[in-house]
């Protein structure tokens, strides 16, 4: 019964390809999140989602696709891969978007692009 | 414009000594902070936070941190460390009234427990 899930956990691929990272929480919260970890440990915010709707999108490359079919999932499509994608994202939630409750994250999806 | 700096890159102690991970930040206004900890191939838990309440927050695992204004520190700290505190501990910054969008991550303390 984990409150924010996500998968695959580990995932290799190959420049070029597309893949997906699936996330969903059981918490009743309004918010979703992905948040990306680079090889330094360096956490940085990608999109953010309140109720399906897309409410932040950072300076993230038009490759990255988030979707949110309804609010309690929010999946990660990226087409043609690159090297420099190879990260640890993390899924999020929050009860809502605008009040700063706390945030809860899942136990990260180990991309690794060759 | 915020920003969270984390002194120490790793730190080491031994078990059943005091933890002491420093954390400075930079805010215009009086800012949230959070303490976030992952352990290794786990996602990331809230270990406290303060939000303008009392200045010395208690969390989870005997975890505590300061919020000192006039040294814009929130230093975390246990009593005696335990094995399973080994991990990764991120300082977190958010402006006041604004949402999760605008959290600032530090780049992380590695904690190392020596037996």
């Known amino acids: 019964d984990t409150a924010v899930s996500q998968t695959p956990k580990y995932l290799v691929t190959q420049m070029g390809n597309d893949k997906s990272i699936k996330c969903e929480q059981n918490?009743?919260?309004?918010?979703m999140y992905w948040y990306k970890q680079d090889s330094k440990k360096f956490l940085k915010i990608m999109f953010s989602?309140?109720?399906?709707?897309?409410?932040i999108n950072e300076t993230v490359p038009n490759r990255f696709s988030p979707k949110s079919p309804d609010k309690a999932h929010l999946n990660l499509h990226i087409n043609s891969l690159e090297l420099g994608d190879s990260a640890v994202y993390f899924c999020?939630?929050?009860?809502?978007?605008?009040?700063?409750?706390?945030?809860?994250f899942g136990e990260g999806s180990w991309l690794t692009v060759v | 414009a915020q920003s969270v700096t984390q002194l120490d890159s790793h730190v080491s102690v031994s078990e059943g000594t005091p933890v002491l991970l420093r954390c400075n930040y930079s805010?215009?206004?009086?800012?949230?902070l959070f303490w976030y900890v992952q352990h290794p191939n786990k996602g990331l838990q809230l270990l406290l936070k303060y939000t303008s309440a009392a200045t010395l927050v208690k969390g989870i695992n005997g975890f505590e941190a300061e919020f000192k204004k006039s040294e814009t520190s929130f230093h975390l700290t246990k009593p005696s460390a335990h094995m399973s505190d080994a991990a990764e501990y991120f300082c977190v910054v958010r402006p006041p009234n604004f949402g999760n969008e605008k959290l600032t991550f530090g780049t992380g303390t590695r904690l190392t427990i020596i037996p």
């Open positions: 805010s215009s206004y009086s800012p949230s």
């Open positions: 918490l009743g919260h309004d918010t």
């Open positions: 999020a939630s929050s009860p809502d978007a605008f009040s700063g409750n706390t945030i809860y």
């Open positions: 989602y309140n109720n399906k709707e897309l409410i």
